[in-house]
């Protein structure tokens, strides 16, 4: 019987976003008769335990701050240790500060290393962009980007790779967790009003301020129409943004038209029962899943053009690109509200879409087609028994 290639995931973070959620994506996907999936976390968390919940090991190192020089190559030698006594054949890093502790480690151990690109690169002495940048000293034998538009924006930097593969994120609905009328009534929706949703923290960046705008001048011409703001603020930052966005509802005369769900563990379910999604992040969003998953529920999608969202949604077909501004954002929104018979089509072409491109078995087929030809191809792995 032919042996199981085992892959080390390092991951850099122990609370659940949307990094973690492709992790988690990929360890619920992944072959178990081919892989054996094992994740190292550089801290310890709540995500880490709801990994080891899917029978996956789950070592951890607390790495501290990458300035702790001792601390940080102390952390180096733990995971190459970890690499060579578990006989792990792959490393596979998620975002920039995983693969400096993983690509480091992957070259100290003498096995091959790919750095997934997860967020827009950029050149900067923040603490992320000096991160960034060491990064690109560590050994890899393959660059993954989640969009093209990352890629680009990658290929600009110092000592970066030009060959890299982009590789779109892919999803799979749970089933229905509660119904239309359940998630409506509890929140004063009629069945019949229209409702339009943003999904996502509560950041700046994610332009929570323009969908209330747009909300506002949506209301004057339909007073009727709903809007729901669903998210929370993550590991309980901008915790000062989610207040000023609360008073310019109440600012904008919005208290009875918009409501805020909070962080809610059934989005799924959620998105089933409006009738638009909106995405209006004001920085380009690398790729984002709330795209995918709106077109997944058959909902028309809303995004600003920025970043990965022109390489999910279809424009004009299964919903609209859009400037950052809360007039574009007003305009498209009201465009629907007066038609939604174009509302309808425009949702299921984007389900047609989500079928075709971004399903979680089509990106798995992708990733692990991947790993087979790096195992076999790369002079790390030539002889060497798993």
Same mark, same amino acid.
């Given at each position: ?176 967790? #509660?119904? $239309?009328?359940?998630?409506?009534? +509890?929140? *004063? ?7 339009? @949703? =943003? ?109 990965? #969202?022109? $390489?999910?949604?279809?424009?004009? +077909?299964? *919903? ?7 007039? @574009? =954002? ?57």
């Amino acid at each position: 019987m032919k042996s199981k290639s085992k892959i080390l995931y390092v991951q850099a973070a122990a609370e659940r976003g949307g990094v973690e959620t492709i992790l988690l994506n990929y360890l619920k996907g992944l072959d178990r008769e081919r892989f054996e999936p094992h994740v190292f976390f550089t801290c310890d968390g709540p995500f880490r335990r709801e990994v080891e919940e899917l029978g996956v090991p789950v070592p951890f190192f607390d790495c501290g701050q990458v300035r702790e020089v001792s601390r940080t190559v102390k952390a180096i030698r733990t995971i190459a240790d970890y690499v060579q006594q578990h006989d792990i054949a792959l490393v596979h890093n998620h975002g920039d500060k995983a693969h400096f502790y993983g690509g480091f480690a992957a070259s100290l151990a003498h096995v091959p290393a790919i750095h997934h690109l997860h967020g827009v690169p950029s050149v900067s002495f923040s603490r992320d962009g000096v991160i960034g940048l060491l990064s690109l000293l560590a050994a890899r034998e393959h660059t993954w980007a989640v969009s093209e538009a990352v890629a680009r924006e990658f290929r600009k930097l110092p000592l970066a790779d030009q060959q890299v593969q982009v590789l779109h994120n892919g999803i799979r609905l749970p089933p229905p967790q #509660a119904s $239309e009328q359940d998630w409506r009534a +509890q929140y *004063g929706v009629r069945p019949d009003q229209f409702l339009v @949703a =943003l999904f996502a923290r509560l950041q700046r960046w994610k332009g929570i301020h323009l969908f209330i705008e747009a909300a506002a001048q949506v209301a004057k011409r339909y007073p009727d129409v709903c809007f729901w703001i669903v998210g929370g603020s993550l590991f309980g930052l901008e915790e000062d943004y989610a207040k000023d966005c609360r008073e310019l509802v109440v600012k904008l005369g919005l208290e009875k038209n918009l409501k805020f769900l909070g962080h809610c563990n059934q989005v799924y379910s959620v998105m089933e029962t409006v009738d638009v999604v909106v995405n209006a992040s004001i920085n380009p969003d690398p790729f984002p899943t709330v795209v995918l998953e709106g077109m997944a529920c058959g909902k028309p999608v809303i995004a600003t053009n920025l970043g990965g #969202a022109p $390489e999910a949604i279809a424009a004009e +077909q299964t *919903g609209f690109l859009i400037p950052p501004s809360s007039e @574009a =954002l007003a305009d498209s929104i009201l465009q629907l509200v007066a038609d939604r018979q174009r509302s309808l089509a425009m949702g299921q072409a984007g389900y047609h879409r989500y079928n075709q491109e971004f399903t979680l078995d089509k990106m798995m087929d992708s990733v692990q087609k991947m790993y087979a030809q790096m195992l076999k191809s790369s002079p790390l792995t030539q002889g060497k028994t798993r």
